[in-house]
């Protein structure tokens, strides 16, 4: 007969069952941010988080999985909309469909061990294999961050760059994924959408380009200057402005890349309007600097022509 217990957490409750040599989590309800699973409970290892375990669990924003986990059942943070990092053993788990499915915020999953865990950057390249490349065959632990896998996290990548934007438009239609009239079912807003996933895409591959190979970096830099303000899709510009619109980090990036220049730079000013007054004084100290280093550079012409 199954027996299920309950353990408080915080801010919350655990059920759980007790098997001969070790502890099954079933299931989550509470209003945690922060959520470390024991390593033991009632002197026995936490091996299996079983399946629907944390589905729905809107609060958590963090959560910490100890070393003795060894199996993760379907869907078991499934719809956890609000988690952003979550720890994983760095060990070879076996893993159900689904586990992290419609976890939109998800940014970091970090794996570690004993003596060490895989470096930061892959970590944000780990939970992008989940919910923004849709490959669960990169979601390997143990071989995360190792040239090979970088390799093929990449290739997947520019295949999703290199699809045409109007893929899978025909297909939503058909499917009625979409209310019928909403904008979602015009070309234009699908179009749009499509390419602003393929930013964020490469935004995130260059901001943690471990092993990114110079054609590879080359490619993306092309497609965002490609969408930068002043091009015929301005999809680059918007994503750092709507999305991220007082992160000096997202403007540093436009800069560095080539996405925000003199050419541009006056229309820029304007679509940021009477807001992200930091930005902008951010933006203006830039060109103030560019334009004292151009003149400085001049004089120097001036003196070799003399």
Not at 15 to 25: A, M, P, Q, S
Not at 175 to 185: F, H, R, V
Not at 259 to 285: Q, R, S
């Amino acid at each position: 007969m199954i027996q299920i217990r309950e353990m408080e957490t915080e801010h919350g409750r655990l059920k759980y069952e007790i098997l001969e040599d070790h502890v099954v989590l079933r299931e989550y309800r509470g209003k945690d941010i922060l959520l470390t699973i024991p390593v033991n409970i009632e002197e026995k290892p936490v091996t299996v988080i079983g399946k629907k375990a944390f589905l729905g669990a809107k609060s958590l924003r963090e959560l910490v999985l100890p070393e003795c986990i060894d199996t993760i059942q379907d869907w078991a943070f499934a719809s956890c909309s609000n988690l952003e990092i979550i720890t994983f053993p760095r060990k070879t788990l076996t893993i159900g469909q689904g586990i992290l499915r419609d976890c939109f915020r998800l940014e970091q999953v970090v794996a570690v061990d004993e003596d060490a865990g895989i470096e930061n950057g892959v970590s944000y390249l780990l939970a992008a294999a989940m919910n923004k490349l849709e490959a669960f065959y990169l979601f390997d632990l143990t071989a995360a961050g190792s040239p090979a896998w970088l390799e093929q996290w990449d290739a997947r990548m520019l295949l999703l760059l290199e699809q045409a934007d109007t893929e899978g438009f025909s297909k939503m239609l058909l499917c009625g994924e979409e209310d019928y009239g909403s904008k979602e079912n015009h070309l234009d807003y699908y179009v749009e959408q499509r390419r602003r996933f393929k930013v964020r895409l490469a935004m995130l591959r260059l901001m943690h380009d471990i092993g990114l190979q110079p054609s590879v970096r080359e490619t993306l830099t092309d497609y965002l200057q490609t969408h930068k303000k002043g091009e015929s899709s301005e999809e680059t510009w918007k994503v750092v402005l709507e999305e991220h619109g007082d992160d000096k980090r997202y403007y540093q990036f436009l800069l560095d890349h080539g996405c925000i220049n003199e050419e541009n730079f006056d229309a820029v000013l304007e679509d940021m309007g009477e807001f992200h007054t930091e930005m902008k004084a951010f933006l203006m100290n830039w060109r103030g600097k560019m334009t004292e280093r151009e003149g400085k550079d001049a004089f120097g012409m001036l003196e070799l022509e003399w």
